[in-house]
């Protein structure tokens, strides 16, 4: 009787863990990205709730959230697009960042560092090119191509040759 029991305790454990990793799995599509980052002061000192909106540009639908303990925000599953990324916070600007965009499997990482000031304030940081930003959410490497003559046009290091152990 108790080997039954002991064993049906065990088969529920295991079928809550199975069922914990499978909404885990559902929240990391494989059709969204996502966007994350910092909020800081102009010290480099964290920011915690602070409000972060996100608005896709082609719809006007918007997501919120706000900044922990460790300044830090998250909207993990994000249809790919175009967004716009506000935060406030009373006592410092409001920053705009426009033209934020989002890629199936990536997560786009968007660092702000709040200027003091009041509310009605706004500091907007217009994005680079799309593709220029450099990657640290994950180890995708992408692929360069240069031509046989730029690459015989590049600068060359200085050698000196050496002949029988001696340095000319």
């Given at each position: 009787m108790k080997r039954t029991s002991l064993l049906l305790a065990l088969t529920v454990l295991v079928g809550a863990l199975f069922s914990l990793s499978v909404t885990t799995a559902r929240a990391q599509s494989a059709s969204s990205g996502g966007i994350?980052?910092?909020?800081?002061?102009?010290?480099?000192?964290?920011?915690?709730?602070?409000?972060?909106?996100?608005?896709?540009?082609?719809?006007?639908?918007?997501?919120?959230?706000?900044?922990?303990?460790?300044?830090?925000?998250?909207?993990?599953?994000?249809?790919?697009?175009?967004?716009?990324?506000?935060?406030?916070?009373?006592?410092?600007?409001?920053?705009?960042?426009?033209s934020q965009k989002v890629s199936v499997g990536a997560v786009l990482t968007v660092n702000v560092s709040m200027e003091v000031g009041s509310l009605t304030e706004t500091v907007v940081v217009t994005s680079t090119a799309a593709g220029t930003e450099l990657q640290t959410a994950n180890a995708t490497v992408g692929t360069t191509s240069v031509a046989l003559p730029e690459l015989s046009r590049a600068p060359k290091p200085q050698r000196k040759s050496c002949r029988r152990g001696r340095v000319r």
């Open positions: 994350t980052g910092q909020v800081s002061d102009p010290q480099g000192a964290i920011v915690p709730g602070a409000d972060v909106t996100l608005t896709d540009i082609a719809t006007q639908s918007a997501q919120t959230t706000t900044t922990n303990d460790a300044g830090r925000y998250n909207f993990p599953v994000v249809h790919p697009g175009i967004y716009g990324l506000v935060v406030s916070k009373q006592g410092f600007k409001t920053a705009k960042f426009s």
